[in-house]
């Protein structure tokens, strides 16, 4: 199963949990003691026109298994789970497609950075320290992609939830 196949089911089983009154993040890997987890944060979404999509701090995470997206569990977390001290009821900001690109840019470019996550996760499980070619261009395609395809507004959340994956993948990348 491929990274793009994987997100598919954790939106359907994550949608099927929280309906769409919620915002998904794109999946980390997070190690949980000897596994390496897939993990996904949850904010409560308010859609306001002409504004966009309006999101608040998240209030849930939810794991799965990497090679399946078999849900292990959800739970509710604070805005401390993510180093921060956001009021929950206080709108973080606004939720929109990155500046310039279009639908069609975008879905490109959250194929190719799965793409990537298929080479990277597998690495970063085992803790190689010495990528592959191919694994190596996997990681620097990441480090491209990721600030482009994730929304601004959570990066701070993406950045503390899997501070030990882009700790891993910067000193993969010398």
């Known amino acids: 199963m491929t990274t ?9 089983t994550l949608g099927g949990l929280f309906g769409n009154t919620y915002r998904q993040s794109l999946p980390l890997p997070v190690r949980k003691g000897k596994d ?3 993990m996904v944060f949850l904010a409560p979404q308010m859609v306001k026109a002409p504004e966009g999509t309006q999101v608040f701090p998240p209030t849930h995470v939810a794991e799965f298994k990497p090679d ?3 849900l292990l569990g959800t739970r509710v977390v604070e805005p401390s789970f993510f180093g921060r001290n956001d009021p929950n009821d206080r709108v973080l900001g606004t939720a929109n497609m990155p500046n310039g690109i279009t639908f069609e840019q975008y879905v ?16 970063f499980a085992q803790n190689s320290r010495t990528l592959a070619p191919a694994d190596l261009q996997a990681a620097r395609l990441f480090g491209e992609l990721f600030p482009k395809v994730r929304e601004s507004v959570f990066e ?3 950045q503390r939830m899997g501070r030990e994956f882009f700790s891993w993948l910067k000193s993969v990348e010398r």
């Open 4 to 12: 793009e196949e994987r997100f598919k089911v954790i939106q359907s």
């Open 36 to 38: 390496v987890l897939l």
């Open 68 to 70: 399946t997206a078999e």
């Open 108 to 123: 490109k470019m959250r194929s190719e950075l799965f793409a990537a996550y298929d080479r990277l996760i597998p690495a």
């Open 156 to 158: 701070d959340h993406y």
